[in-house]
């Protein structure tokens, strides 16, 4: 028996498209599914003006959908509900299962000098 961790999961697709419509953000999604997700989930995007939710456009190869305009992005795995690296995944990155681990890094001699500053 696997855990829900070890089974793969179906390949949710990223954005190939967006659009404003009826009070819905239409998502067109790479396995040709279309996806309607209602605009007053989120605030910021119900309280603007039709013009300002209607320029909406596909970003990051799909993986993010943003207004300009308003300077907001929604993620598509947000949407979608599942994890950003499953759609990431879809968009063709390749996806590491390990986060990539960063050395430290000595501290620069200027900073662990004691002599005084210079006036």
Same mark, same amino acid.
């Given at each position: 028996? &696997? ?24 998502? &067109? +999604?790479? &396995? ?37 305009? +308003? ?39 200027? +900073? ?8």
């Amino acid at each position: 028996m &696997t855990s829900a961790a070890e089974r793969p999961v179906a390949d949710p697709g990223h954005a190939t498209a967006a659009r404003y419509e009826d009070g819905c953000l239409l998502l &067109t +999604l790479s &396995t040709g599914r279309v996806v309607r997700e209602p605009i007053d989930r989120y605030a910021w995007l119900a309280s603007a003006s039709p013009g300002a939710r209607a320029r909406v456009e596909v970003v990051d190869f799909g993986t993010v959908i943003r207004w300009p305009e +308003l300077d907001e992005d929604l993620g598509v795995a947000t949407i979608l509900g599942v994890s950003e690296e499953v759609v990431a995944r879809s968009a063709g990155f390749k996806v590491g299962s390990r986060r990539p681990t960063v050395e430290p890094q000595p501290a620069s001699a200027s +900073l662990n000098s004691s002599s005084p500053s210079r006036a």
